[in-house]
Nanobody, 117 residues
Framework: QVQLIESGGGLVQAGGSLRLSCAAS????????VGWFRQIPGQEREIVAS???????YYTDSVKGRFTISRDNAKNTAYLQMNSLRPEDTAVYYC???????????WGQGTQVTVSS
């Protein structure tokens, strides 16, 4: 079992930056792929970015060039650096661990990101 806790969400103006953290406990995160997802009320949860255990990354088109996913295995933590934020990035962001491009075996509780125009 892996427990995931997200942090770093908040309110930011358009064009600003936030860094989300996903701290893992219970097992080492390095053996898993880690993904960041987001969900707007009334809509399906969508994958934003993911990073496999070997380091390969995936980004959904709308965040390419603006968001960067990374992991620090020594800290058992994954990150999502979000730059040039837009109002349409407003959502609850979740981290997840598992396998593949859309890992979904273990989930955090979510953190709210709000981007004001």
């Amino acid at each position: 079992q892996v427990q995931l806790i997200e942090s770093g969400g908040g309110l930011v103006q358009a064009g600003g930056s936030l860094r989300l953290s996903c701290a893992a406990s219970g097992r080492t995160l390095s053996v898993y792929a880690v993904g960041w997802f987001r969900q707007i009320p009334g809509q399906e949860r969508e994958i934003v970015a993911s990073i496999r255990s070997g380091g390969s990354t995936y980004y959904t088109d709308s965040v390419k060039g603006r968001f960067t996913i990374s992991r620090d295995n020594a800290k058992n933590t994954a990150y999502l650096q979000m730059n040039s934020l837009r109002p349409e990035d407003t959502a609850v962001y979740y981290c997840a661990a598992g396998t593949g491009v859309r890992p979904n075996n273990y989930w955090g509780q979510g953190t709210q990101v709000t981007v004001s125009s």
